[in-house]
């Protein structure tokens, strides 16, 4: 649990208020217990609004170490009962005694809330972070919408069928002539068998989806493009035409296109690849879900800002209730407009099943780019940054020589990236780059390293098993890592080179020649006396200061080795 993670961090002389985060909050009593219930009503309300967490009552927020735990008397069965008595609707918590550091806390836990809740003067807040900003009327209104699962997007206009606009729906049929399914049929069918089909009518009228993709506002953009040399340069292409949203979605995808330069490389095999300095799938997957997942109470347009070398993407409101950028890979879906993904899965514009943020990460990383970067500007807009410039073509075509399954799987290509960037790693230290457990990582680093796939090796350390790239990849990715390499042979032939000249080695020397750690320098030594290339020297049987020579097996001055 978090909070006792961070109480065993306090009393190690870390202070509570550096462990805060969007799930776990400190507080320290009051005088009086009327003041204490109303900072842990506003608290509790805070943490229900997001996604829930934990209070800790009895600790100072700015005293480091065991002299921050102060202690509370406050009953836990009165915190559940008035915070579920001051809150509406009434918010259900556990409360309970916790002894730490001879001193008692009391541990409130919050759930996050199936509705927005406010206090009895409807007043509420929402952690972002580490903190609990209000929400305004609009705000309250649009999470209460999500809590409830209220669609926006499902709800009938005051637009007829007949107000649709023609080259949208020219559009459409030109998506569902592409797939080879029933889909294709409705491409030949009446506009208002096409719309019906779709699922934008009801009671004779457009839902909002179809409105959004078939009419748009004759007053606001559905989209606004620009293009620039440098990313704070002047515009040099502009598009913020009020269109509907399916026009404004192809011509911007057109426009990022144009805009952008093609690099080709030619693969072992002799097929040529053609990469960009955004692959197409991550532009239509982060264009796609601004489109479809934004909150359309909100006026503003999506925002796509190009340069070559970075393309971002702002999407009008947060993020649903339960997803954050620290799990937005895995969190199950939630669509806020469900009626609008629904029809844009029936044109094949979004995926049926995720939200396309995976396919964002595969694609940008199988061109050894960094992976999207993606933030939230809680409750204003959800901003999705992919990282431009030429491809890496030795990782391109490193990937592109993978199984598909392995090219196609997301965390694969995370694991890759990151050791790109370090020669070793450990399950716990990716677990947060790939967003899932430490045993779903070690699972995934195990299977990588199964035959079929052949792209690490595991190497034993103090502390338990990390991960390096296999002999076969390190050949491969050498002149794309961030850091220096040697292959086991070149490092054998120089330890032989250097007993040959110096007649001794030891663990330590091995260590500064080479940059390893205690642990790679002694299963170095232990590989090369087990083939008696080297023997240990005097009677010391452990230790690093061991001295090592050479063996029955050391190569003679001109053999190979």
Same mark, same amino acid.
């Given at each position: 649990? $978090? ?31 009327? @003041?204490?219930? &109303? ?79 406010? =206090? ?37 206009s005051d637009r007829d069928p007949d107000s649709v606009q023609a080259p949208a729906v020219d559009a459409s049929r030109t998506m569902l002539g592409r797939f080879e399914d029933e889909r294709r049929a409705l491409a ?31 007053? &606001? ?7 620039? =040399? ?20 192809? @011509? ?45 109470? #909100? ?97 391109? &075509? ?12 997301v965390d694969v290509m995370l694991v890759l990236f990151a050791l790109t960037q370090r020669s070793m790693v450990s399950a716990s230290e990716l677990a947060p780059l790939l967003q899932r457990s430490e045993n779903a ?17 595991? #190497? ?96 003679? $001055?001109?053999?190979?080795?």
């Open positions: 649990m $978090e909070a006792f993670d961070a109480l065993r961090a306090i009393s190690n002389g870390a202070r509570a208020d550096d462990l805060e985060s969007e799930t776990l909050e400190f507080k320290q009593a009051a005088d009086e217990e009327g @003041e204490t219930i &109303r900072a842990l009503l506003d608290a509790a309300i805070c943490l229900a609004n997001a996604r829930g967490g934990a209070i800790v009552l009895g600790l100072a927020d700015n005293v480091a170490g065991p002299s921050g735990f102060v202690g509370t008397t406050i009953d836990p069965y009165q915190v559940r009962k008035r915070l579920h008595e001051l809150s509406e609707p009434p918010l259900v918590v556990t409360a309970f005694d916790h002894e730490h550091s001879g001193k008692r806390l009391v541990i409130v836990g919050v759930s996050e809330g199936m509705e927005m809740v406010s =206090d009895t003067r409807g007043r509420a807040s929402r952690r972002i972070g580490k903190e609990c900003r209000p929400l305004t009327i609009s705000q309250a209104a649009a999470l209460q919408d999500d809590r409830r699962r209220f669609d926006w997007s499902a709800e009938v030949q069918a009446t506009t208002e068998d096409l719309l019906g089909d779709l699922g934008v009518i009801r009671d004779g009228r457009l839902v909002r989806a179809g409105e959004i993709l078939f009419i748009g506002s004759s007053e &606001r953009p559905p989209i606004v493009y620009v293009f620039r =040399d440098t990313p704070g340069g002047e515009a040099i292409d502009e598009y913020r035409d009020a269109v509907p949203g399916l026009i404004a979605y192809r @011509e911007v995808i057109a426009r990022i296109q144009r805009n952008s330069s093609p690099t080709t490389i030619t693969l072992p095999d002799g097929q040529q690849l053609v990469l960009h300095d955004f692959p197409l799938l991550a532009i239509r997957e982060a264009l796609s879900n601004a489109l479809l997942h934004r909150d359309y109470r #909100q006026p503003e347009p999506v925002s796509v800002d190009h340069s070559p070398n970075v393309l971002s993407f702002v999407s009008p409101g947060p993020l649903v209730p339960g997803v954050t950028p620290e799990n937005i890979l895995h969190a199950p879906s939630k669509p806020r407009n469900a009626q609008l993904m629904r029809v844009a899965r029936g044109l094949g514009l979004a995926e049926e099943l995720s939200r396309g943020v995976d396919r964002m990460y595969r694609e940008m990383l199988k061109l050894g780019k960094q992976p999207p970067h993606i933030t939230e500007d809680a409750p204003f807009s959800v901003r999705v940054e992919l990282t431009g410039g030429a491809p890496n073509q030795v990782i391109a &075509r490193f990937v592109a020589g993978l199984p598909v399954a392995a090219q196609e799987d990582t070690q699972a995934v680093l195990q299977r990588m390293s199964d035959p079929e796939i052949e792209m690490l090796a595991p #190497q034993s350390r103090k502390g338990g098993t990390a991960w390096q790239l296999s002999q076969r990849a390190l050949a491969e990715l050498r002149t794309a890592l961030a850091y220096r390499t040697v292959t086991q042979d070149e490092m054998d032939r120089k330890i032989i080179e250097y007993v040959r000249e110096k007649r001794t080695i030891d663990n330590r020397t091995l260590r500064i020649f080479f940059d390893l750690d205690v642990n790679g320098a002694a299963y170095r030594l232990r590989t090369l006396v087990g083939a008696q290339i080297l023997e240990k020297l005097g009677t010391q049987e452990r230790g690093p200061g061991i001295q090592y020579g050479p063996g029955v097996n050391f190569p003679a $001055e001109g053999q190979s080795e």
